[in-house]
């Protein structure tokens, strides 16, 4: 099965710019996550989707962050105007949609978009 | 309240031998899950074990065994004969079972270093 797909790898850019990541979920999975990762501390999440549905946005800021889901499937993540702050990994992961009894319901990641800000 | 807590934020452990990395965890709900991720230095993060909070047996994969204390709510990850390719920060995750879909917590990490 393939996996969680994401891209760029990597991004470059100067504060005050926009820029957008793209993932693409394991087939079937109708759980997606976005999560920011900065430099030596755990993933905090950003935002959730179910099916094209959000079920979780409260740490999105979203004066400056969007992200869509169109179709329930690819997703993509933006970010406008960048600031300093926003340098870290941004990691995509999904899941099978569960919600009681989900047994070893598994969070599974893509490789991340690592973004530095300068 | 923090959901997963990792109090250790590096370990050092010879190669060959057996390390364990600390978890605790903090939910009112029966049902849950809870995880050990590892990221090496390329940045993906790896699923390594999983334990449901309904199973009385700990989980093991491989080297990797997990000691589920459900009264303390503590889920250490241990690594028995390290070896130098271990070297990586570890995270603990919990799944929450909420009606219709899950929420995942991550710990802050430890950074295991192993000695050759």
Redesign the interface.
Known sequence: EAGVAQSPRYKIIEKRQSVAFWCNPISGHATLYWYQQILGQGPKLLIQFQNNGVVDDSQLPKDRFSAERLKGVDSTLKIQPAKLEDSAVYLCASSLKRGKISGANVLTFGAGSRLTVL | AQK?TQTQPGMFVQEKEAVTLDCTYDTSDQ?Y?L?W?KQPSS???I?LI?Q?SYDEQNATEGRYSLNFQKARKSANLVISASQLGDSAMY?C?M?E????????Y????TKLNVKP
């Open positions: 997963i049902s899950g995880f991720y940045g993906e993060m699923f999983y449901g995270f995750a799944r079972d909420i009606y219709n879909f899950n929420k995942f991550f710990g802050s990490g």
